[in-house]
Structures are given as C-alpha cells and as structure tokens.
C-alpha cells in the first residue's frame, strides 16, 4: 500500500513544470535603503528598489498594501523588489551601477 502511494507522488511531481522569475524593467529609486533591515536609516549597501508605489524607508507592511501601481510588468503585483545593486569601476575609475541583463537558467 505505501508502495502504491509513493508512485502516485512521485507521478504527480515529475510532471510540474514550475518556475520563478520576477520582471520589473522600472525602478522606483536606487539607494542605500533596506525598509525591513534598518527602516528608516541608511543601509550597509545600495539597493534597485523596484514595484509598488508604497515604497519608503520606513515602508510598513500596509504601506506596501496600498500601493496604487507598480513598476512591475505584471500590474497587479504591488510586491516591492530590492536586489543589491552591483557597482562597478572600470578603467576609468568611476563607480557606476552594472546593467541588469535578464538570464536564462
């Protein structure tokens, strides 16, 4: 019998096809900001701070909730993104943020 159930699982997961990928081609701001880490102060680094419209440093979870639009793809998620934002300094010894390129995995 645990046999049985065991397959039956095992069926049902092979065929999921399940992925993750956030596109938010807008950005609200990029700064050193990190609302859950140090609400309200200067974080340790900078941050793409991308989505809904409720986005502060002292954002609060009903900020988040009311936001009106976003800059997401997907118009209804009022989620708010903020991946590091990577610096780079070629030869030229100037600090600019690395372009973000969408990869396929």
Not at 61 to 81: F, L, W
């Amino acid at each position: 019998m645990h046999i049985k159930l065991a397959f039956a699982i095992i069926g049902l997961t092979v065929g999921a096809d399940a992925f993750f990928r956030m596109s938010w081609p807008g950005r609200i701001v990029r700064e050193r900001l990190d609302p859950i880490v140090n609400p309200g102060g200067v974080a340790s680094h900078g941050h793409t701070i991308s989505g809904g419209s409720g986005s502060s440093a002292n954002m609060t979870y009903e900020d988040a909730r009311s936001s009106k639009c976003s800059t997401c793809e997907i118009k209804e998620d009022k989620s708010n993104y903020w991946p590091p934002t990577l610096i780079g300094a070629p030869q030229e010894r100037q600090f600019h943020p690395c372009p973000r390129r969408r990869r396929p995995h």
